[in-house]
């Protein structure tokens, strides 16, 4: 029995007959015409054994607050904007849309033409959705995930049968550092917009949005030694400077390491931690500063001072218990953190309408605020957008 495989100058639409046969015959326990290709036959067997039936429908979305929550902690909005560019050749034309989706398959963002994006809408391909093979059978979200490799499924062979008239090629975005999976980068689309090149294209886009990362992890390393390290050297005491992953940027007076383990929702005065044991917490610019055994007599608030006066750079002056520091922001962090000082919750579609006049350009706000609370680490809450709480905030103007 010949394989399924299709190749490039191969007529689709004769493949997808084909497809049709295999899969039919497959579902129903006979002798298909041909085998479908090692990585669909796989995940075949996954979803079968699973007991996932081939007209289950997708889950109900998530809500509206955990779905923002989901996309800070994916980390992936700091290449949000790359990860769009670089497939606009394959958006552009309005044939497909971008999908970006978790480490748990789902969707967390897409874009694309109005019409592909309903189309998308029929079948439940929407945020918040999920689509690992589990919930919704092969797909290329699910089965990149399932395999660890780049996938693109045709037609057929799709699990559900209401799937069958689409086309979508997925590659896992993973942390350098670590290999674990973050997400996935997927294009889909109707199956006659089906092209051979636009796996490879999706696997190139998400190996550079992992270089992008590794670029960004290092520059926040950098940038919270260079202002940990002094403050460190004057503490007189043990402490040890991490970004917001844990990972280690500088230490003082304390055996060298990595990665220490952080609690999800880290926050101050003082925190727990089984390396350290009872720590002082104070916010550092991307990061922390964990002073161990020092958390009695810590000054519970953190003073922000945004300094936006005119003609002088703009300029946040964060102090603590440990010292203070400070932080040029962009013209754009500086608008934003002048909303922000209001003292409101502001949602991503307010935030756009302040600064752009124009409320549906919350892709490039969260893009934005991802980079600021990468910076201004537990200082700005999410869902919605604010000050956190035990944060005095001054604004000058």
């Known amino acids: 029995m010949t394989e399924a495989a299709m190749s490039a100058g191969e007529d689709p639409r004769r493949y997808a007959r084909l497809l049709s046969e295999v899969y039919d015959a497959t579902m129903s326990g006979t002798r298909p015409p041909a085998r479908p290709r090692g990585v669909i036959g796989d995940s075949w067997d996954r979803v079968l054994a699973a007991g996932l039936a081939p007209d289950a429908d997708p889950g109900p979305a998530i809500g509206t607050a955990d779905l923002e929550r989901g996309r800070q902690d994916s980390g992936l909005a700091l290449v949000l904007e790359e990860l769009t560019a670089g497939l606009a050749p394959v958006t552009a034309d309005g044939d497909n849309i971008l999908v970006i989706a978790d480490r748990r398959g789902r969707v967390l963002w897409r874009s694309g033409a109005t019409r592909v994006l309903s189309h998308a809408d029929r079948l439940g391909f929407v945020e918040g959705v999920g689509w690992a093979e589990d919930q919704v059978g092969t797909n290329a979200i699910g089965t990149a995930l399932a395999s660890g490799e780049p996938v693109q499924i045709f037609s057929a062979e799709h699990f559900a049968r209401s799937h069958h008239a689409w086309t979508c090629a997925g590659a896992p975005i993973r942390d350098v550092h670590t290999g674990r999976i973050l997400g996935v980068v997927d294009v889909s689309g109707p199956a006659a917009s089906v092209h051979p090149t636009t796996l490879a294209l999706v696997s190139a886009v998400a190996r550079l949005a992992e270089s992008r990362l590794r670029e960004v992890h290092l520059a926040g390393l950098d940038r919270l030694r260079s202002v940990a390290a002094p403050m460190l050297a004057g503490l007189g005491r043990p402490g040890v400077a991490v970004d917001v992953n844990g990972w280690v940027a500088a230490v003082g007076d304390l055996p060298p390491r990595t990665r220490i383990t952080l609690p999800t929702d880290l926050a101050g005065p003082s925190v727990w931690l089984p390396e350290l044991g009872l720590c002082a917490v104070d916010p550092l610019p991307g990061g922390w500063l964990l002073q161990p ?21 703009a300029e ?82």
Request: aromatic share 4%; no cysteine.
């Open 293 to 313: 055994d020092t958390g009695a007599g810590a000054d519970p608030v953190t003073r922000v001072t945004v300094d936006l006066r005119p003609a002088r750079p």
């Open 316 to 397: 946040v002056v964060v102090a603590g218990a440990a010292g203070s520091w400070r932080y040029r922001p962009s013209p754009r962090h500086a608008q934003i953190l002048a909303v922000l000082a209001d003292g409101a919750g502001h949602t991503a579609a307010q935030l756009a309408q302040a600064l752009f006049g124009d409320d549906s350009r919350v892709v490039t706000v969260r893009a934005e605020i991802s980079r600021l609370r990468r910076v201004l680490s537990g200082l700005i809450a999410a869902q919605p957008y604010r000050f956190a709480d035990g944060v005095s905030v001054e604004l000058l103007r």
